[in-house]
């Protein structure tokens, strides 16, 4: 219950920063390169409801495919903007939410959990497609991906890239 109350005052406290502070792009390891011609794409929309309508992305070991991330919300963006963002297996997920969420300036990507980032989009608000270029672990596995807009985590805004 400690960690509930701990993980909803983050929000709350993430809410009320909300148009605060810098609009600065995410971390530049986030950023990958184009795809390569032909590379497949996968397509994920999000809304008002805080979830993705994709929840399970497969993908070989080492593929490289791009992400693209489209808000069909009607919210403003600083109320309500959504990305994608692939973690490394093992990361405390609930950890990096709580930390997400006191990160605007980073585009909701805490400075702690930057190593466990595999790829991440930028914001993306309503109308608006992001993209990222993700380059699938070579490791077997299953891999979260979540939106870490705020609050969006915990209602249940996340996926899994299994690695097979």
């Given at each position: 219950m400690k960690n509930v109350c701990a993980y909803l005052g983050?929000?709350?406290?993430?809410?009320v920063l909300v148009g605060a502070g810098s609009t600065a792009p995410a971390a530049a390891q986030t950023k990958a390169a184009p795809a390569k011609?032909?590379?497949?794409?996968?397509?994920?929309?999000?809304?008002?409801?805080?979830?993705?309508?994709?929840?399970?992305?497969?993908?070989?070991?080492?593929?490289?495919?791009?992400?693209?991330?489209t808000s069909k919300g009607t919210l403003p963006k600083e109320a309500m903007a959504h990305n994608f963002v692939l973690l490394a297996k093992g990361t405390d997920l609930n950890a990096f939410a709580?930390?997400?969420?006191?990160?605007?300036?980073?585009?909701?990507?805490?400075?702690?959990?930057?190593?466990?980032?595999?790829?991440?989009?930028d914001m993306a608000g309503p109308g608006e497609t992001v993209k990222v270029t993700v380059?699938?672990?070579?490791?077997?596995?299953?891999?979260?991906?979540?939106?870490?807009?705020?609050?969006?985590?915990?209602t249940g805004m996340k996926g899994t890239l299994i690695v097979k």
């Open positions: 983050a929000i709350a406290v993430g809410l011609a032909g590379a497949r794409v996968v397509k994920i929309m999000a809304d008002d409801t805080m979830k993705f309508d994709l929840a399970t992305i497969e993908a070989k070991p080492g593929e490289v495919f791009e992400v693209q991330l709580m930390e997400a969420a006191m990160a605007k300036a980073t585009n909701y990507i805490p400075a702690k959990f930057k190593a466990s980032v595999i790829a991440a989009t380059t699938a672990p070579k490791v077997a596995g299953s891999y979260p991906y979540l939106c870490s807009f705020s609050g969006h985590f915990l």
